[in-house]
């Protein structure tokens, strides 16, 4: 399913239409940042009231395109922490998690593309993953969270890597952006290359446990 307009003109610059919707966000955080972020594709595994805020955010951001991945079928249950599930049976009866939140979000950004990519995470190779920038999962065993770290780690592009849960009060967050680059200010105005490496999930014989 497809959200709509595309991001980004021309070799990747803004279009006016995008100058225009994301203006106030661009005098924060600037024009390369706003390129950046339109050219990122996004892959979400597992649709929670967790990461139904973090897909909403990167939309309303202008990400250059978001996939879910979810194929439980909607139940009442889901309404309670998902608020872009409507509630209306003859809206989501029947239908997956990934499906109605696609159409949901393609309403609060039509210029974002948003698709639905169907399957099970846990079967997730790495030419899948060729196609995004940056994994998030949720819901998922602690086997599938270390199958897709390492695959993420293996392909040749940089592809960022993070899961999430909570229950109840508690929260998990993992991240593991391989190799980080940042440039850091210094007293004076004088400026400062930082690099920052990340861990897997499985450091030499250290396995993070289940959530």
């Known amino acids: 399913m497809d959200g709509g307009g595309g991001a980004g003109g021309a070799e990747g ?19 390369d940042a706003q ?9 979400v595994c597992g649709m ?13 951001a202008g990400v250059g395109s978001l996939s879910l991945m979810d194929d439980n079928v909607v139940t009442e249950e889901d309404l309670n922490a998902n608020f872009l599930i409507p509630p209306d049976e003859s809206i989501y009866g029947g239908r997956s998690r990934a499906q109605v939140c696609c159409e949901s979000l393609i309403d ?27 994994v ?5 065993s602690l086997k599938t969270k270390l199958l897709i770290n390492e695959n993420c780690r293996k392909r040749s592009k940089h592809i960022a890597f993070y899961t999430i849960d909570c229950k109840d009060s508690c929260g998990e967050i993992f991240v593991d952006l391989q190799k980080h680059s940042y440039v850091q200010k210094k007293p004076g105005g004088a400026t400062e290359q930082q690099e920052l490496t990340y861990s ?12």
């Open 13 to 31: 610059e803004l279009t006016a239409q995008e100058t225009a919707l994301y203006d106030r966000q661009i005098r924060v955080w600037g024009v």
């Open 35 to 43: 390129k950046r972020l339109s050219k990122a594709h996004v892959l």
């Open 48 to 60: 929670n009231g967790t990461t139904i805020e973090f897909c909403k955010n990167i939309v309303l």
């Open 108 to 134: 609060f950004n039509p210029m974002v593309r948003v698709f639905v990519e169907k399957g099970d995470p846990s079967l997730i190779d790495g030419e899948f993953l060729d196609k995004f920038d940056i």
């Open 136 to 140: 998030v999962l949720s819901r998922a």
């Open 200 to 211: 897997s999930l499985q450091v030499d014989d250290l396995v993070f446990s289940d959530f």
